[in-house]
């Protein structure tokens, strides 16, 4: 059914462009915003008349996706939007954020589709330009789609998410943005607060667990692979391990997450016990998808920077520990010679330094510590 909404998408990557295009064809008026830096990648996509969407979209519609403005002057793109999509990789949304935070309208809902902690990593900008009180600020757990862009306006979409976590800090926020994210996905639903969002499963699952027992073929021969098609019974047994430390610590916390398998069978419909079956039939889009090194090394920074350690360093104020995590952290920071611990994220980043589980848990559920 087509619906009537103002959206802003930020980004010009496959996540962003997948969004856009999709929700064009579901009926919304979308801006599409890019950082001016990187203002070139919209001429193709105003040259195309819009975004050319393939595959399988959660519109069920494809062809040539038309926007209403596609600019790289911030105000002009959030003017009138009660959504704002922010999709690019983690690493690159405070550089998005600053440019958008001094024009944000109030009431606007903003999501950054890959969290990573957004909402708590990002109060010092919003903060510092005066939005933290007229927007509500939200994240998925994860994008949308599963989508590669493979023209300069085209992009192909091979699967979408049928459960879109979310939640929003402080969390009593979150109904709010739930009623407004449900109007472009209705498959969204909220989990208790942004530390419950945080150890969901997701990308983190499965990125470091499959490059390390492929490390040499990755890393030394091929460059270019299917990334998802090269899942061994090894990298499975590391997703299960890592599933075990996730959700012994979420418990520690009262938080309700699920196994990756699980995860995959609810949001992909795809059948299997484990990683390696759920991956090793080369049937579906994950498999078929193609992947270069450097994609995938900006996987591992985003998950280990900005998922592994913080679950660490959470670990350590319920009195747990993670071997099988920290394992993967220093092998791959062997692997690639890059410090992810020097780059990760602490709990103090997130406003987190210091907390009990118990302040913790305050501070995401409605913003401050007991």
Known sequence: MDIALNVTVCGCGAGAMATAADLSLKGCNVNLFEVTELKENLASIRQNGGITLKGNAASGKVGLARLDQITDDPKKALEDSELVFINVPAMAVDRFMAELAPHFETGQTVVVTTGYWACLRLQDLLSKAGATEKINMAEFAIMPYICDKVGPAEVHVGNFKRDLVMSTWPAKNREAALNAVQKAYPQARLCKHVLELNL???NPGVHAQITIPNAAFFFERS????????????ASKLTAAHDRERMSIAAAF???TTTWPEYCRRVY????RDLY??????????????????????LLVEDLCYSFIPMEQLAKVVGLSTPVTTAMIDILAVFTGFNYRAHGLDLND????????DQI?????VGKSG
Do not use: K, N
């Open 277 to 298: 079956e759920l991956c090793a039939t080369y049937t579906d889009p994950h498999q078929q998808r193609w992947s270069t090194i450097e994609e995938a090394e900006r």
């Open 200 to 202: 969901q499963p997701g």
């Open 350 to 357: 997130l406003g987190l330094g210091g907390m009990s589980r």
């Open 254 to 256: 009262g938080c309700e």
């Open 269 to 272: 419909l795809y059948q299997g």
């Open 223 to 234: 460059r270019v692979f299917r990334f998802y098609g090269e899942v061994s019974h090894c």
């Open 361 to 365: 848990l305050d501070f995401v559920t």
